[in-house]
């Protein structure tokens, strides 16, 4: 019976407004003031679903879904999924659960093994992986790993001269990590970035923010590096990063939530290039490759899905690109395209009306939110936008399963 | 067809030895070195899961099941596992899935509702609570909120002087936890307990452990403290240590992972007596209430599951009880039966043989732990065990579903 209600919800996901139209506090109205005392039928609940929670999902499975990055599914992966509820098993130790604890070990290799990792990130190679729940646990993991290897020879009493970089591209997840691992708020240092290196870290501001640093007698620690930024998908160039980061002792880190699981194809491969100079490396297997499950779906299904959104995204690149009220903002290299529409077009047409010629980029950015919102709540397709050196940019990102 | 599959692994989960028999590295040996690039056939697959995969299972869902403590499975909660896989949200902000957003909301309302949590523990009274993880999670949480509300009072240069208390019975989540917030791992202090209290954290140790500590500089923080600890199932009393803890500013957290579902019955209520005065509170839901979706199970029916376990529980420490050889060591109050084989019970037998006379406690522990690993490797049983001041016990913990 769920299996038909979740059939005919994928048949109809494209009827339903991909972004929720309910008001916020819609639910409480709905449900009961407390826990239901007696059972009802599965019928009576389906139909409830239906109604009260259908209406107040945001689709990310829609084909309309463009927004943030897809949190990409598969029958391969909701049936694993069934199997991993069926069993149940809690795979806190070997002897808990030896199926799980091995099969995450393995997989974790094959993964690595795609992305043609430095055999020492692998089990093989005396390094290893695991399964965390968000990038944000990845990174608290390594960033108390790198805190504890370094006071373990500086002293813990320099706990509070720690410094924490990342470029101001990085996800907040880092920032997060880094204050609940109690670095102080005022050592996590966001390095600007610009147009001029398509919002990738530059290694020479890396290396005059480092030299500030250990002049005020600070320690540098640690660098988040990213391979496919969250506003508009930059990358960091992890090889002269790292050679900068070890002259000074450094943990680098790698976050390529989004665009790792692209580097499974060749031809993308060289993005990630210098991750063998790093310490340690995460990605987010669903934002691509489908979930963990989907590992077991066959590598060359994988690539050709990934190779599938970026054509897509090129396409819809190249139609944004011939209309001039339009720029691309940063040149896409993966399944996402960040555009808006220009000042100057806006200049032509309040023009026309007799009025001011010239548009500030404030107005501009005020004309692409609105530009979103109106998308956004005709119901039909979902994108999200971002502000990168004050402006304002709409994030198409590809990468639906239907 | 996953369904079938299911429907015969829990017809047949009781001839399964309930701890795996698997070799470590098991798996290595069964599958594949890399990805398969090609796919196979579903049923290929399943056969695969059937072989190498429940081979390799210790089965959580087994009647057979006594160890850890459970984590409880029903219909319901994998019904909603199934809808919640299908939609495949991603609720990180209310826009991203008002649906799951509110939903959490209301539901953690109506679970503390249950519990009769205090109004300012319930969004509806200004608190609120969240779904986490696991409780380590939590308690990470609730200690980066005690440690930065101190730290903005006293200056963040004195991040090194906060101490954690914890008894020791506590479980090592707490340990972790306060490691990874950056306390000083000198600061993390166990209080110890003993059997005059049932392991119970004495608020008079609590009292002259802060007293110490303030003498030598340092500032009490945090405390945990904890309704059914895991080598146990001891009640730490909470309004005694909350009233201590206030003197000195301390924030109180409520670790109810095991016990906290079993409150939800009136007669055990009293046990989390005390939790208004502290500041935060957590539980593993999915130990005993069914996991989070099975909180949409009726409240009746949840209550009378939890009664059976106790009844079970009970019916077991009498025949236990019955048998002079053997010992309860500390008192049952939920659902779970700490005993052991005595050393009088030895001690007898090793006389006839007209050997040594005394047995010592070291010798009983072996003893102890010998009987437990002939019970688990006999496959038809699975229990793990604990030590209590230097005393082995094997724990029996009742909470299948089956």
Known sequence: MIIDFLADYYRDVEKYPVLSQVEPGYLQK????????????????????????????????????????????????????????????????????PAATELETIVVDWL?????????????????????????????????????????????????????????????????????????????????????????????????????????GLVPLFLCATVGTTPTAAIDPLDKLCAVAKEYGMWVHVDAAYAGSACICPEFRHFIHGVEDANSFSLNAHKVVLNHFGLLLPLDNLRSFMRNHVKMANLFEGLVAKDKRFEIVVSRKFAMVCFRILPSALSDKVHKNDKLDIVSEEDANEANRKLLEFINMSGRVF????????????????????
């Not at 994108?383 to 239907?402: D, K, P, Y």
């Open 30 to 97: 709905r449900l009961p003031k407390s826990t239901p005392h007696n059972p009802e039928p599965i019928e009576t609940i389906l139909q409830d679903v239906q109604e009260h929670i259908v209406a107040g999902l945001t689709h990310w499975q829609s084909p309309n879904f463009f927004a943030y990055f897809q949190c990409t599914s598969s029958m391969a992966g909701f049936l694993g999924e069934m199997l991993s509820t069926g069993f149940n098993v809690v795979g806190f130790s070997w002897i808990a659960s």
């Open 383 to 402: 994108m999200t936008h971002a502000v990168v050196e004050g402006v304002c940019v709409i994030r198409f990102a590809v990468g639906a399963t239907l």
């Open 112 to 216: 690595g093994e795609i992305l043609e990792l430095p055999k020492s990130f692998l089990f093989s190679g005396n390094g290893g992986g695991v399964l965390q729940g968000t990038t944000c646990e990845a990174v608290l993991c390594t960033i108390v790993a790198a805190r504890d290897q370094m006071l373990s020879q500086i002293g813990r009493e320099n706990l509070l001269k720690l410094v924490v970089y990342a470029s101001d591209q990085t996800h907040s997840a880092i920032q997060k990590a880094a204050q609940i691992a109690g670095i102080h708020p005022k050592n996590f240092r966001a390095i600007k970035t610009s147009k001029s290196t398509s919002y990738a870290l530059s290694p020479d501001s890396l290396r005059a923010q480092i030299r500030k640093v250990v002049e005020a």
